[in-house]
Each structure stands twice: as C-alpha cells, then as structure tokens.
C-alpha cells in the first residue's frame, strides 16, 4: 500500500495547555492530521464549570477554527447535577476524572467515587461521557506502585458500570492486558482508549529515559502485546486518544535531586503519520479507519455524514526524521520519536 486516506480522524484525548503554550501546540492537532479533539480539562485551575469550558474553547478556536473541539469538565467535589445539564445543553460532552495527585494538575482528583453518585446519575440521564484515567494512587501500605495502579483501579470501572450500565464511561490511555480484558468485558457503553506511545513503548524505553516518562507508565511486553492485539482484531470499542501532553522541555529533562520530571508524552505534531507507522509494524494498517476516526466517532455520536469528505491522504516514503523540537525559547516542546524515522508522510 503506498497511498491510505481517512475520513476525518479524531483524537480522543488530548492535552492542549492554555496560554503561549496552547498557542504553540493547538495548531498541531490539524498539522498532526487531525480534524477533532476532545479536550482535556486539567488546566490551571482545572475546568470545572461550563462557563470556563466554553471560554476556553473560544480560546482553542481563535486560535485554530479548522478543529473541532469536543469539551470536557473535570470531576471535583465542585461539581454538581446542575452543571452537568448546563453543561450538556452547552454541548459539552464528558467529564474527567483523576485519582489524586496521580498525574499532572490532578491535585484536586477524586478519593473515592459514591461521593459522585448523583453526578453520574444526571451524567447517565442527559447522556455525557465519563472519562477514566484508570489508575489508584500509590501507596506503600498496599504495595500500590505505579507498575500496578491501573489493574487495581479496574474494580472501580467494574462497580461504576454495574452502578450506572447507561452511562458511557471511557477507560482512558489502558497500558495493560488486564484492562483490555476489563473493558471488553463490560458491555456497549464502555470503551478504551489507547495512545500511540504506549505501542511503542514498555519499561524499559522510560527507565532512565524522562522523555518516554508518562502517567499510566508503560508497562510489560506482553501488556504492549495486548494494546496491539486488540487493535489488530478490530474491536470496536478501543480507539485513538493520544494524551499527547506536551511539557517545555526543561521541564521533563530535570537533573536536580529535589524535583522530578513532568509526566507526559507529546504526540500531536506527527500522530497520524506515527499512528500508521505502528500500526504497519504489528500488521494493522488496515484497522487504521476504525482506529483513529470511524471507532471513537461512532462511541462519541461523531459519525461522518456521507457528505463529509474530510480525507486526510498518507503516503509511504522511504523515511522522514521527526523534528527535534517545536517552538522556541523557554517553551521549547520535544516531540516523541524526536529524530527517529517514520515511514509515513500526510499529502
Ligand atoms: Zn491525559
């Protein structure tokens, strides 16, 4: 195959900052080949009312309009029923949730979920999506560490499923094969998403390298093994959702012994082109419409109307070189597989 096209792909999890930094990185979601983006909430402060959100969209689209933006709010005690039907008339789409202190801005995270029960419930009833980063917070009491966070978070997405079965709930960035197990066991309103880097990579590409270093941590081969497997099959319920989380560059390359180094991987700038060159190295570029466009978009009520030709066009070349850095100065961002080569090119 020397050409491939897809209809209007979407990522289904991304970070795009605020400030100068959003200004660098929001336009790389079209140059990454991406037509959509759902939105991570985890700002300074993080978004947790629909007021903020739809600001911060307005921010994302003065500077890209050729992006749609699908909006998220972030899971605290501040959230309430109410705000969860503003903000579904809004047409803001899911609300995220992170376990305390367990990755970037998560500060404010949940503890426990019961709390959010009449939350969810309002979520189950106005039909917004309920976004997991699936891990627990470490703890030496009960051996959690962060090779284990995710398998033991997974009770949680098995009791919130059984508790509210009509709300769609999303198990974010899944780094094991017990949480591909997990969500294919659930029924049609449990999905997963899988990023691009966690194809790539297991323990031994983060340990002494910070710039392979994310939250959930890549795991084992074969939990790699499964992420791919999945996708290979086709299974319609685990699609793309980069975390593509960009950090300045001092920011992840610290040497200092009191502070350690950002959590996060930044994918958007080449995603497709790396997206296809991962999935033609485990045989799976024929599943790459359903993956990254087709799959999500039918979970998210995305679907392409037949007069939508948005096609974005791949062609294979013998090699391009990842640019080293994006941006300048201070907010310098590296990108993953910065000088590595790719074999796909966007036309
Ligand atoms: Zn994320």
């Known amino acids: 195959m020397a050409q491939i096209s897809v209809p209007s792909p979407a990522d289904f999890h991304v970070h795009l900052r605020q400030g100068k930094l959003a200004t660098l990185v929001t336009p790389h979601v079209r140059e990454g080949g991406f037509a959509l983006a759902y939105v991570m909430p985890n700002l300074k402060p993080p978004i947790t009312s629909t007021a903020q959100a739809l600001a911060y969209k307005a921010e994302l689209e003065a500077i890209d309009p050729t992006v749609e933006y699908l909006m998220t709010l972030y899971l605290s005690p501040d959230l309430m029923p109410e705000e969860i039907v503003k903000a579904k008339e809004a047409g803001i789409v899911g609300v995220k949730s992170y376990p305390r202190g367990v990755t970037t801005n998560s500060d404010g995270g949940i503890e426990s979920y019961e709390m959010y029960y009449p939350v969810f419930e309002a979520m189950q009833r106005v039909d917004m999506v309920l976004n997991l980063h699936g891990e ?25 499923h059984k508790a509210f079965p009509n709300l769609r709930i999303v198990l974010e960035h899944a780094t094991t094969r017990a949480a591909i197990s997990a969500v294919k066991a659930c029924g049609p309103t449990v999905a997963c998403t899988i990023t691009a880097h966690h194809l790539a990579l297991t323990v031994d590409d983060w340990a002494g390298q910070s710039f392979n270093f994310c939250k959930p941590v890549a795991k084992f081969p074969d939990d790699r093994e499964a992420l791919r497997e999945v996708i290979w099959e086709g299974h319609s319920r685990f699609f793309l959702g980069s975390d593509s ?61 037949a007069e939508q030709t948005d096609r974005v066009v791949l062609r294979k070349v013998s090699s391009i070189v990842v640019e080293s850095t994006y941006g300048s100065g201070e907010d310098i961002v590296v990108p993953f597989w910065a000088g590595k080569e790719i074999g796909w090119k966007i036309v």
């Not at 627990?136 to 919130?160: G, K, M, R, W």
């Not at 001092?250 to 997206?275: D, E, F, M, N, R």
Request: one cysteine or more; charged letters at 15%; hydrophobic letters at 40%.
């Open 136 to 160: 627990v917070p470490s703890d030496a009491a009960t051996n959690t560490h962060v090779l284990n966070a995710e398998p033991q978070f997974l009770p949680h997405l098995h009791s919130l």
């Open 245 to 305: 989380a960009p950090h300045p560059a001092h920011s992840k390359a610290t040497s200092t012994p009191t502070q350690g180094c950002a959590a996060g991987i930044y994918t958007s700038p080449i995603l497709l082109p790396l997206v296809a060159h991962l999935l033609e190295s485990f045989g799976a570029l024929d599943k790459l419409d359903g993956f990254v466009s087709t799959f999500g978009r039918r979970f998210y009520r995305r679907d392409l109307g």
